[in-house]
C-alpha cells in the first residue's frame, strides 16, 4: 500500500522561502511520476509542478521561476522549493502519485493521479 506523507509547511511573510518533503512508502522510486498540488478553501486542487520518470518537470505559469520541483531517489523523498513568496500561494499542499512504471512528460490535472497525501498547510501573510 502506497504512503505519501508530507512536511515543510509553515507561515512566512511574503518574500520568504519554504521547502516541502514529501516521503513515499513504494518499493521502487527510480521511475516514478509525480506532482505538487494546492488546494484553497472551497475550491479544487491546483497543479503546481510535476516530475517525470526521466526528472523532467514542469511547472504551472504562476511559479515559474519562483518554485522549484525535485527528487532524491535514495531518500525516496519529492521536493518542492518554494522562493519569493506571495500570499496568493497560502493554501494546502498535496504531492501526488502517478499510477505508473514509467511515464514522460507533465502532469498537472487532479485526475492524472491515483495517490494522495494528507497535505501541509503554507500560509504566507502580506
Known amino acids: 500500500q502506497v504512503h505519501l506523507v508530507e512536511s515543510g509547511g509553515g507561515s512566512v511573510q511574503a518574500g520568504g522561502s519554504l521547502r516541502l518533503s514529501c516521503v513515499a512508502s513504494i518499493y521502487d522510486y527510480r521511475s516514478v511520476c509525480m506532482g505538487w498540488f494546492h488546494q484553497a478553501p472551497g475550491k479544487k486542487p491546483v497543479g503546481v509542478a510535476s516530475i517525470d520518470s526521466n526528472g523532467r518537470t514542469t511547472y504551472a505559469d504562476s511559479v515559474k521561476g519562483r518554485f522549484t520541483i525535485s527528487k532524491d531517489n535514495a531518500k525516496k523523498t519529492l521536493y518542492l522549493q518554494m522562493n519569493s513568496l506571495k500570499p496568493e500561494d497560502s493554501a494546502m499542499y498535496y504531492c501526488?502519485?502517478?499510477?505508473?512504471?514509467?511515464?514522460?512528460?507533465?502532469?498537472?490535472?487532479?485526475?492524472?493521479?491515483?495517490?494522495w497525501g494528507q497535505g501541509t498547510q503554507v500560509t504566507v501573510s502580506s
Open positions: 501526488a502519485l502517478r499510477d505508473a512504471d514509467y511515464c514522460s512528460g507533465g502532469f498537472l490535472e487532479e485526475a492524472e493521479y491515483k495517490y
